[in-house]
């Protein structure tokens, strides 16, 4: 039994991952997502759905010339199935090589049937040495059955057979510390599955580790914010449509249709507080989308691709982390924007340590670098957090200057407060005018990647 369970350890989580993505089976996926904790099975669902509609998008002909047919971000994603099912493969030969050595619970069991045959052997001997010396007893050296004295191996459990197969566990980990340090660690073997995971840990005042949560990351490719666009993006007027409108049921996306050229249109979700409508995804890399401004009304933004890539992470929906006196709490609300990049997590994660309040946060960027309706949270370079005294309805904006204080300690360097409560705050370094946007959140940029050490 402890063979077919490790068996299954081996094989299960890339069969369930490969299901999914490759052939979209659901049940693979809730297989492959079961097996992390509660407060990571949210995020890591979003981003198996993710990498699926982008295996989606993969061209019929892709296996051809992959270098040549694929982007960048589905070169990326090509590689980890290639990855997967080449270790998938490794294993087989592995499990092959193990099975013949599986003779050795037969060898144990035969000694042990041995041993105790030899045991009683030795007590009816012993019996007969206390009776009346009727005839001539033979001394018997009885010795248990084990392996030769010059061997080298004397017992050899199935457990520790099994072990030597496993891979030592390693993942990319931010080390964030009380005193506003972090520490971005990268062992010198990552164990398979945590390929594109990052896991971040927060040390105490007293040096105790407390992990916070682990999430999935992956690379994009920069978007620049493009203002006044002259291009049409409406849909149907932007190209000849080969695949009309059809309702979808893809994470956020209500709709979807294809232009013969490859380019993508989609209907986002209406949700409370969410102001995007539609997108266009381009073949260039290019990403348009449209809706509600608060200041300029409806309205398309573009943001167009560069060459240099950077990674983001999906953030948890939701954090409730409490143990030991530390407190990290956040929850996502009326946003789609769940990705940011993976060093500003690791800074705000140590900023709600610091404030110990539960966070409403309302958004980064998009999975892809694009931020509706902003042109500032690019790339998930800044993040928007409610006001805790309108959250809470307090007296007055204590909280929230202690937690620009907290973010400042976490290496936020601007903090764009709106106009209505600007003097309150003016005094703290790095608070810029915010004008009226800026009246209903918190809005926070400007992270100094220069803090964070990298150790290998």
Same mark, same amino acid.
């Given at each position: 039994?402890?063979?077919?369970?490790?068996?299954?350890?081996?094989?299960?989580?890339?069969?369930?991952?490969?299901?999914?993505?490759?052939? /979209?089976?659901?049940?693979?996926?809730?297989? +492959?997502?079961?097996?992390?904790?509660?407060?990571?099975? #949210?995020?890591?669902?979003?981003?198996?759905?993710?990498?699926?509609?982008?295996?989606?998008?993969?061209?019929?002909?892709?296996?051809?010339?992959?270098?040549?047919?694929?982007?960048?971000?589905?070169?990326?994603?090509?590689?980890?199935?290639?990855?997967?099912?080449?270790?998938?493969?490794?294993?087989?030969?592995?499990?092959?090589?193990?099975?013949?050595?599986?003779?050795?619970?037969?060898?144990?069991?035969?000694?042990?049937?041995?041993?105790?045959?030899?045991?009683?052997?030795?007590?009816?001997?012993?019996?007969?040495?206390?009776?009346?010396?009727?005839?001539?007893?033979?001394?018997?050296?009885?010795?248990?059955?084990?392996?030769?004295?010059?061997?080298?191996?004397?017992?050899?459990?199935?457990?520790?057979?099994?072990?030597?197969?496993?891979?030592?566990?390693?993942?990319?980990? +931010?080390?964030?510390?009380?005193?506003?340090?972090?520490?971005?660690?990268?062992?010198?073997?990552?164990?398979?599955?945590?390929?594109?995971?990052?896991?971040?840990?927060?040390?105490?005042?007293?040096?105790?580790?407390?992990?916070?949560?682990?999430?999935?990351?992956?690379?994009?490719?920069?978007?620049?914010?493009?203002?006044?666009?002259?291009?049409?993006?409406?849909?149907?007027?932007?190209?000849?449509?080969?695949?009309?409108?059809?309702?979808?049921?893809?994470?956020?996306?209500?709709?979807?249709?294809?232009?013969?050229? /490859?380019?993508?249109?989609?209907?986002?979700?209406?949700?409370?507080?969410?102001?995007?409508?539609?997108?266009?995804?381009?073949?260039?890399?290019?990403?348009?989308?449209?809706?509600?401004?608060?200041?300029?009304?409806?309205?398309?933004?573009?943001?167009?691709?560069?060459?240099?890539?950077?990674?983001?992470?999906?953030?948890?929906?939701?954090?409730?982390?409490?143990?030991?006196?530390?407190?990290?709490?956040?929850?996502?609300?009326?946003?789609?924007?769940?990705?940011?990049?993976?060093?500003?997590?690791?800074?705000?994660?140590?900023?709600?340590? #610091?404030?110990?309040?539960?966070?409403?946060?309302?958004?980064?960027?998009?999975?892809?670098?694009?931020?509706?309706?902003?042109?500032?949270?690019?790339?998930?370079?800044?993040?928007?957090?409610?006001?805790?005294?309108?959250?809470?309805?307090?007296?007055?904006?204590?909280?929230?200057?202690?937690?620009?204080?907290?973010?400042?300690?976490?290496?936020?360097?601007?903090?764009?407060?709106?106009?209505?409560?600007?003097?309150?705050?003016?005094?703290?370094?790095?608070?810029?005018? /915010?004008?009226?946007?800026?009246?209903?959140?918190?809005?926070?940029?400007?992270?100094?990647?220069?803090?964070?050490?990298?150790?290998?």
């Amino acid at each position: 039994m402890k063979w077919e369970a490790l068996n299954s350890e081996m094989t299960d989580d890339a069969e369930n991952y490969l299901g999914y993505i490759k052939y /979209g089976d659901e049940a693979k996926r809730d297989a +492959y997502v079961s097996k992390f904790d509660a407060s990571e099975q #949210e995020s890591i669902k979003q981003g198996l759905e993710q990498q699926r509609r982008d295996y989606e998008r993969f061209p019929a002909d892709y296996k051809d010339a992959p270098e040549k047919k694929l982007t960048p971000e589905q070169l990326n994603l090509f590689g980890i199935i290639k990855e997967l099912e080449e270790k998938a493969e490794l294993w087989e030969k592995t499990k092959e090589k193990a099975t013949k050595m599986l003779w050795w619970d037969d060898v144990v069991e035969g000694l042990a049937k041995q041993s105790q045959q030899i045991e009683q052997s030795d007590t009816e001997t012993e019996k007969s040495q206390t009776s009346p010396p009727s005839t001539e007893q033979t001394e018997t050296s009885a010795t248990p059955a084990t392996l030769s004295q010059n061997g080298e191996v004397w017992f050899m459990h199935p457990v520790a057979l099994m072990n030597y197969f496993k891979f030592k566990a390693g993942i990319v980990t +931010y080390h964030i510390y009380q005193d506003g340090k972090i520490e971005k660690h990268i062992p010198e073997k990552i164990s398979p599955g945590f390929e594109r995971k990052y896991q971040y840990v927060y040390h105490d005042k007293d040096n105790n580790e407390h992990e916070i949560c682990i999430c999935e990351w992956h690379t994009i490719n920069k978007k620049v914010f493009v203002d006044s666009p002259r291009e049409t993006f409406n849909y149907p007027d932007h190209g000849t449509v080969e695949e009309t409108k059809t309702n979808v049921s893809d994470g956020y996306i209500a709709a979807r249709a294809k232009y013969k050229n /490859g380019d993508i249109h989609e209907w986002i979700k209406i949700e409370d507080g969410v102001s995007i409508y539609e997108r266009l995804t381009m073949t260039n890399g290019n990403i348009a989308e449209y809706g509600r401004h608060d200041k300029q009304g409806d309205v398309w933004k573009l943001y167009e691709k560069l060459k240099e890539e950077a990674q983001m992470v999906r953030m948890p929906d939701s954090l409730n982390y409490e143990s030991s006196g530390v407190i990290i709490k956040y929850e996502l609300k009326e946003t789609f924007r769940k990705y940011i990049n993976p060093d500003l997590l690791a800074g705000f994660i140590g900023a709600l340590a #610091e404030i110990k309040e539960n966070i409403i946060v309302t958004g980064s960027a998009y999975e892809q670098g694009s931020c509706f309706p902003s042109s500032l949270h690019i790339n998930g370079l800044s993040i928007d957090t409610k006001y805790i005294k309108k959250v809470k309805n307090l007296t007055d904006y204590k909280k929230d200057k202690e937690f620009v204080n907290a973010l400042a300690k976490f290496h936020f360097r601007t903090f764009r407060i709106g106009e209505a409560i600007y003097n309150l705050f003016k005094d703290i370094s790095g608070v810029i005018f /915010g004008y009226e946007l800026h009246n209903s959140h918190l809005h926070t940029e400007n992270f100094d990647f220069n803090t964070i050490k990298i150790i290998e």
